[in-house]
């Protein structure tokens, strides 16, 4: 094996980090141009109905659930790359998510659906052009914990948007299958 190391400069070091991230990058733009598909097929079968007083969630409520996370995590990373957002406390942003999912379940599924792929969209054109120094970014994040966790726009991408999203679409399939099974029942009204 060629000796590199003891040349290996800090334009080496970050050259290597560059190809990571990049690495990185394109790995997320796979799972989310997957997650994007996967979300457009079952978002084409929620249907309008009103919203439920039942413990689970109906497919409605998890593409409006989509819509309203993907939204707030879009621009929270736009805000961060931006440099407008330098802390924020998490838990407040959860604790008012059902208001603001209440309101979102009130539109069509089909605005839902068109709100929720605008976001994506806007996402998977941003990681295509984002240079490696965005990724490493972030803000401080209070969680309600003592202590409060530096989270880069590279975790942001990866955890709350992709793995989130992967997460609610096996969700949305799963209450997609009760839903129909529901509804051929015997004794259904089908």
Not at 51 to 74: C, N
Not at 90 to 106: A, E, M, S
Not at 136 to 153: H, I, N
Request: net charge negative; proline share 5%; with cysteine.
């Amino acid at each position: 094996m060629k000796l590199e190391s003891i040349d290996f400069g800090p334009e080496d070091l970050q050259t290597m980090l560059d190809d990571l991230i990049d690495t990185e990058r394109r790995s997320l733009l796979a799972r989310l141009g997957q997650a994007a598909e996967r979300l457009h097929e079952l978002a084409s079968r929620v249907e309008d109905e009103p919203p439920s007083d039942r413990q689970e969630w109906t497919p409605k409520e998890i593409l409006a659930h989509f819509a309203m996370f993907l939204g707030f995590y879009v621009q929270l990373v736009r805000d961060v790359v931006d440099g407008k957002v330098s802390e924020l406390n998490l838990l407040r942003k959860f604790q008012g998510r059902d208001v603001i999912g209440q309101r979102l379940v009130r539109r069509t599924s089909a605005e839902l659906a068109q709100f929720a792929a605008a976001a994506l969209k806007e996402l998977l054109e941003w990681l295509h052009s984002a240079p490696p120094t965005d990724f490493s970014k972030g803000c401080q994040v209070d969680s309600g914990l003592p202590e409060t966790r530096f989270v880069s726009v590279s975790d942001l991408v990866r955890l709350p948007l992709c793995a989130h999203m992967e997460l609610h679409l096996d969700q949305l399939e799963h209450a997609l299958r009760r839903s129909h099974e529901r509804s051929v029942a015997p004794g259904s009204h089908a």
